[in-house]
């Protein structure tokens, strides 16, 4: 039940009144016995200012009170504070570290970042080859930025052979999964003739 809660905490307007506050003190007392995907949901809240006070050097806190318990999903978002420098000091070295610890941990969303890092060489050296290997990841974990990244590699022949086909349906799929850039581009090969 709190998780459901939890998630129509994110989608609607009610987290402000008493009863969600007495529910974001229960959360709290949740992360301090060391839930970490709790830790990593109120860290979320934080950052966002959904539910409470927008607090990004507690959500960073709690992002890091999560990484360090073992949260994949609490590496990769403080990997996109250090990366963006929101909340603590840029610094794409550690942004690196943060991600590969979350893509290690098996959460796809931090292998598209660190794909994405690798593809530009913030913070490593330029690798189109690893950043190919890490969207192939993190689009098999279903995730969208993942698959269209890995798409636009296909399409402009980075890291991979250029395969218009594959990469039409690598943005479908990253199209399915909502992501509006992804449906574009997926349109634009198709209209080429592409399939």
Do not use: H, W
């Not at 978002?77 to 603590?88: E, K, P």
């Not at 590699?153 to 349906?169: C, H, L, P, Q, T």
């Amino acid at each position: 039940m709190k998780n459901i809660f939890i998630i129509i905490c994110f989608l609607l307007p009610i987290c402000s009144n008493p009863a969600v506050a007495q529910s974001i003190a229960d959360l709290e007392k949740q992360c301090e016995r060391k839930d970490f995907v709790v830790c990593t949901i109120l860290g979320l809240m934080y950052d966002n200012g959904q539910g409470v006070k927008q607090d990004k050097f507690k959500a960073e806190a709690l992002y890091t009170k999560a990484c360090d318990g073992g949260n994949a999903g609490g590496c990769s978002n403080l990997g996109v504070m250090y990366a963006s420098g929101q909340g603590v000091k840029q610094d794409k070295f550690k942004a690196v570290a943060l991600y590969t610890k979350a893509c290690d941990g098996g959460t796809a969303l931090g292998c598209s970042n660190l794909g994405l890092m690798y593809s530009n060489g913030d913070g490593v050296k330029q690798d189109k080859f690893k950043a190919v290997e890490l969207y192939t990841k993190a689009c098999d974990g279903e995730t969208a930025l993942g698959c269209s990244n890995l798409g636009a590699m296909y399409a402009n022949g980075e890291g991979v052979k250029s395969d218009k086909s594959i990469a039409f349906r690598l943005f479908g799929k990253a199209c399915d999964l909502k992501l509006e850039d992804a449906c574009k581009n997926f349109a634009t090969l198709q209209n080429q003739g592409v399939r």
